[in-house]
Nanobody, 121 residues
Framework: QVQLVESGGGLVQPGGSLRLSCTAS????????MRWYRQAPGKERESVAS???????VYADSLKGRFTISRDNARNTVYLQLNNLKPEDTAVYYC???????????????WGKGTLVTVSS
């Protein structure tokens, strides 16, 4: 019904930057909040940031100032700008979205499969 696909991950040196993208596609009627999570090796998945349709944002306290979430509603896309990356930012980054399909008008939370970010020299 609704698919989320992340892109933009890769290998970056400490202090570098990356921009992740996540695009929703399929039989979409509407999308509400969109979010980024990450899961580091051997750790639980954690929330990174979220953004509403109107652009209101919430960040994990530890990541404020380095990461920026934004979205393009016309493109059903959410972005995550990662700056001043550190080795501890190495993780698979997942997006999710609360979306309503035109097939049943039920709001569900959908997940992408993730994109790997590796911060290493």
């Amino acid at each position: 019904q609704v698919q989320l696909v992340e892109s933009g991950g890769g290998l970056v040196q400490p202090g570098g930057s990356l921009r992740l993208s996540c695009t929703a596609s399929g039989l979409i009627r509407s999308i509400n909040a969109m979010r980024w999570y990450r899961q580091a090796p051997g750790k639980e998945r954690e929330s990174v940031a979220s953004i509403t349709t109107g652009g209101s944002t919430v960040y994990a306290d530890s990541l404020k100032g380095r990461f920026t979430i934004s979205r393009d509603n016309a493109r059903n896309t959410v972005y995550l700008q990662l700056n001043n990356l550190k080795p501890e930012d190495t993780a698979v980054y997942y997006c999710n979205a609360d979306a309503e399909s035109i097939t049943d008008y039920i709001m569900r939370t959908y997940w992408g499969k993730g994109t790997l970010v590796t911060v290493s020299s």
